[in-house]
């Protein structure tokens, strides 16, 4: 609000407003103005854990895998610890291609390791691409109360479906989330080809299209069972056709 009063009607450079936010904040601002300002580009991360079996230590690596020509950003990176009733919140500087870091057992009472979500408020700018073991992104996913948390731990689901029917699974499950949004994000992932589209996934898809309260999510799941023709469906077909929303009829049609 101040720097629009300040500045209405008149002209304003980028170093007015990276001066006006420093003074509102309080805080220096003149790396992240030349990071993400003058520039150019924006990080991409690559986070994996190695479970250090002597000590029960985690270690995190956070590798940065933007184009080189980008340079390497320097930015804060929040981290929160869970094991069982202990959550305790970090704060690690990342400032090189590549970074480790080691994270303790926040309860020695409690066995195994202590689950370690990246962002957990979701702020960071940048694409993360968290590779979390299964069971990680299993409480990520019951634990979050966001979009972003969801669809990162959507995402886990899908790096490991080829290798785990666990997590193929889970992606099912997770076509019941209450967010249409995340829906349409699990459709995206699951693995779509002929061996993994059962009969009984055919029921389940088709009653979601039939079901479904949003018409993207819909037309997603008529698309879907288009490219998996089925004699068995055509009288649902014909249904679909008729859909309140154009576009689910469309696609039916099509």
Partial sequence: ????????YGN???????????????????????QFFYQGGHPVLDIHYD?????QLVQVIVEQKQNEENGWF???LDFQVIQGNHTEDF?????????KFLVKKPDHNVAGYPQVIVDPQGVFVGELNDHQPLLWALES????SDFIQ????????????????????????ALADENPAIRLQVLEALNWNAAMLSPAHKLELSLLADEDSSARVREAVVHILAEHPDSTLLTKFSAWCHDAAYSVAAEALN
């Fill in 1 to 8: 609000q101040n720097y629009l009063h300040t500045y209405a």
């Fill in 12 to 34: 304003a450079e980028l170093e007015d407003l990276r001066k006006e936010m420093e003074n509102i904040s309080g805080r220096d601002l003149t790396l992240f103005f030349k």
């Fill in 51 to 55: 479970l250090l079996d002597s000590a």
């Fill in 74 to 76: 320097q930015f804060p």
């Fill in 91 to 99: 704060t690690f500087e990342i400032k090189h291609r590549v970074e």
């Fill in 141 to 144: 996913y019951q634990l979050a």
């Fill in 150 to 173: 969801k669809k990162r731990a959507i995402n886990a689901f899908k790096a490991l479906q080829a290798n785990s029917d666990t997590a193929a699974h889970l992606l099912w499950m």
